[in-house]
């Protein structure tokens, strides 16, 4: 037996991201059913799907095996120290900046931070 949904009134235009085309897409909503790859405005699809990388304070952390990547993590897993971790939902992120690591790069630029090699290195390390 099927059951049918017949709320009435209730279409409108949402979001989903097509995984195919890497873009958001809008389909209409009869407010039945559904999963979580729906979104009320594009903006918002967009924001959550999104496979490019933005992070707020500054560029993400290299790959430590590749200069043309950025190092990606699971969940703040895999970054390293003084960054954090933009994964959502199980999807791979990025290692954006974190306060801390402004802080260090501020201390490094001005000339404050009394530092060698090794002491760098300890502080970028992957945790």
Do not use: W
Not at 26 to 42: H, L, M, Q, W, Y
Not at 64 to 86: L, V, W
């Amino acid at each position: 037996m099927m059951i049918r949904c017949t709320l009435l009134f209730v279409k409108c235009f949402r979001f989903y991201y097509d995984d195919a085309s890497k873009l958001c897409r809008s389909f209409t909503f009869t407010g039945c059913g559904g999963n979580e790859n729906n979104f009320k405005t594009k903006g918002e699809c967009t924001q959550f799907c999104s496979s490019e990388i933005i992070c707020p304070r500054g560029d993400p952390h290299p790959d430590r095996y590749s200069i043309n990547k950025i190092a990606t993590c699971h969940e703040n897993k895999h970054c390293p120290r003084n960054y954090t971790c933009t994964a959502r939902l199980g999807k791979k992120g990025a290692c954006c900046p974190s306060k801390g690591a402004l802080e260090l790069r501020r201390s490094l630029e001005s000339g404050l931070y009394s530092h060698d090699k090794n002491s760098l290195d300890d502080l970028f390390l992957r945790t």
